[in-house]
C-alpha cells in the first residue's frame, strides 16, 4: 500500500466553482500534513500546511485533516483559471514522501 | 532570502557519460533532499540527507547514482554512465530539521540523455 494516495484527475471544474482535493494516508502515525501545487514545467511549492484535526482557512483555500478516517482534503473557493496544476499532498515527516498528485482544470 | 538553487538549469549529454549536478540549499536548512521527476510523473524520492546523519539512499536507483553534501550545506547529485532513462527533471528541496514548516524546492535541472 503506498503511503499517499491521490486520485491522478484530470478534476476539471467551471470558473468560480469549488474544487475539492482529497489525499488519504495509510500511516496512523501521521500527524500533520503539506498540500504543494505544482504547475506545469515548474517545481513544487507549498501552498497549505495543516498541523491538527479539522479545518484550516487561508483566503480561497481551505485544508481538512481527518484523523480518524486518514484523510486530507483541500477545497479550493472561488476557483480560477489560475488555479490550474498539479496539488500534491505529503505527511510531515522527516523524509517527505509524496502522493502522485491530482491534476486540477479550471475551464472559464 | 535566497530560494534554492541549482545548477545547470539545463543539461544535454551522450548516454555513457558522467553528470553532476549542484544544489544550494536555503542558508540554516539542516535537511536537502533530491527528487526526480520524470515527464508527467510524480516526484519520486532519491536521497535525504539531515545534519551530519548518514544520509538516507533509499531512494536511489542504482549504483550509477551517488550524492554527497560538503559541509552541510551543498550538494551533488552524480550519475554516472547515464542512460536514456535517467531523462528527466531533478529537483533538490531543503527544509528546517524534521521539514517542520515544509519543504522549498529549488527550480530543477533538466536533464536529456542522448
Known amino acids: 500500500q503506498k503511503e499517499v494516495e491521490q486520485n491522478s484527475g484530470p478534476l476539471s471544474v467551471p470558473e468560480g466553482a469549488i474544487a475539492s482535493l482529497n489525499c488519504t494516508y495509510s500511516?496512523?502515525?501521521?500527524?500533520?500534513f503539506f498540500w504543494y501545487r505544482q504547475y506545469s514545467g515548474k517545481s513544487p511549492e507549498l501552498i497549505m500546511s495543516?498541523?491538527?484535526?479539522g479545518d484550516k482557512e487561508d483566503g480561497r483555500f481551505t485544508a481538512q485533516l481527518n484523523k480518524a478516517s486518514q484523510y486530507v482534503s483541500l477545497l479550493i473557493r472561488d476557483s480560477q483559471p489560475s488555479d490550474s496544476a498539479t496539488y500534491l499532498c505529503?505527511?510531515?515527516?522527516?523524509?517527505?514522501?509524496f502522493g502522485a498528485g491530482t491534476r486540477l482544470a479550471v475551464h472559464p | 532570502g535566497a530560494g534554492v538553487s541549482q545548477s545547470p538549469s539545463n543539461k544535454v549529454t551522450e548516454k555513457g557519460k558522467d553528470v553532476e549536478l549542484r544544489c544550494d540549499p536555503i542558508s540554516g536548512h539542516t535537511a536537502l533532499y533530491w527528487y526526480r521527476q520524470s515527464l508527467g510523473q510524480g516526484l519520486e524520492f532519491l536521497i535525504y540527507?539531515?545534519?551530519?546523519?548518514?544520509?538516507?539512499k533509499s531512494g536511489l536507483p542504482s549504483d550509477r547514482f551517488s550524492a554527497e553534501r560538503t559541509g552541510g550545506s551543498v550538494s551533488t547529485l552524480t550519475i554516472q554512465r547515464t542512460q536514456q532513462e535517467d531523462s528527466a527533471v531533478y529537483l533538490c528541496?531543503?527544509?528546517?530539521?524534521?521539514?517542520?514548516?515544509?519543504?522549498?524546492f529549488g527550480p530543477g535541472t533538466r536533464l536529456l540523455v542522448l
Open positions: 528541496a531543503s527544509s528546517l530539521e524534521g521539514a517542520i514548516d515544509g519543504q522549498y
Open positions: 540527507f539531515q545534519g551530519n546523519s548518514a544520509p538516507d
Open positions: 505529503a505527511p510531515r515527516k522527516s523524509k517527505l514522501i
Open positions: 500511516d496512523r502515525g501521521s500527524q500533520s
Open positions: 495543516i498541523y491538527s484535526n
